[in-house]
Nanobody
Framework: QVQLVESGGGLVQAGGSLRLSCAGSGRTFSSFAMGWFRQAPGKEREFVASISWAGITTYYGDSVKGRFTISRDNAKNTVNLQMNSLNPEDTAVYYC????????????????WGQGTQVTVSS
């Protein structure tokens, strides 16, 4: 199994940037596509971004396209989410996810979840 632990959440001003990281355990980390979801109170969990196991293919949700960038470093067993031009609508708990493919993750098919990290954007 893969354990995923997010970090980097916090409070940021609107227009600012934040970088989230997800650390995975196990030698099989690089075999998984990775992604990020977010969920605000009272809202459905929303797809944010995903990346293929080799880092070649990426997908982004419409609400974050052009502002967020997903990347991974398989040597370090990490996946990152660089968030720029943040606005209060980005406030949510952000979850790291692992799945069979980046497309599968985009479609909500996730095998492993992290515990989540809070991102709060002030106006």
């Amino acid at each position: 199994q893969v354990q995923l632990v997010e970090s980097g959440g916090g409070l940021v001003q609107a227009g600012g940037s934040l970088r989230l990281s997800c650390a995975g355990s196990g030698r099989t980390f690089s075999s998984f596509a990775m992604g990020w979801f977010r969920q605000a109170p009272g809202k459905e969990r929303e797809f944010v971004a995903s990346i293929s196991w080799a880092g070649i293919t990426t997908y982004y949700g419409d609400s974050v396209k052009g502002r967020f960038t997903i990347s991974r470093d398989n040597a370090k067993n990490t996946v990152n989410l660089q968030m720029n031009s943040l606005n209060p609508e980005d406030t949510a708990v952000y979850y790291c996810a692992a799945g069979i493919s980046s497309d599968a993750i985009r479609s909500g098919r996730v095998d492993y979840w992290g515990q989540g990290t809070q991102v709060t954007v002030s106006s």
